[in-house]
């Protein structure tokens, strides 16, 4: 699948389609060669001390009913954790995504995958998203559109724009 990796914030932001040198491996799948490897929570939990002698960088892919607590003890471990999107309708990852930003310092790389959406791409983002697999190459430059679309948002997020009614106050107390 096609990777999109977004860099900058706020008005700056930007995304561009990237290779991936991730390779997913399945819970009983052997390793590749030296490739930098995602496993599912249940394979880090059983192979954890073999698959950190390795030596190769780590992810661990979190169903969305699987929550950040389960790994927040080793992210000092990981470089990778992905998110799954299951559906459109399912936003469970947003909250994972902030709680490993925001209450677990988690400073590696974050990606959503499954069903990931043009029209969700900015709020990921603002969650703490800087991966996406898309399933369309061919869509990458929407994609990239999409963190440009609003520029003043309601709510604060792990992005630190400063929200409207902040601004509003700020902008009043110029005055």
Known sequence: MPLIKTSGAGTTASADVVADPWVSVGDDDPLPAAAPVIVSLTRWERDRDALLATGR?????????????????????????????????????YS?????????????????VGNVLRDQLLFMHRCGFDTFEIAHPDAAAAFAKALAEFTVFYQPATDQRTPAPRLRHLRSAAE
């Open 57 to 93: 960088p780590v992810g661990v892919r979190l169903a969305s009913h699987q929550l950040a607590t389960s790994i927040a003890g080793d992210l000092d471990h990981l470089a990778l954790v992905a998110l799954e999107f299951p559906t459109f309708r399912d936003g469970r990852a």
């Open 96 to 112: 994972t995504a902030r709680q490993l930003r925001e209450r677990f310092g988690f400073k590696g790389e974050l990606r959503a």
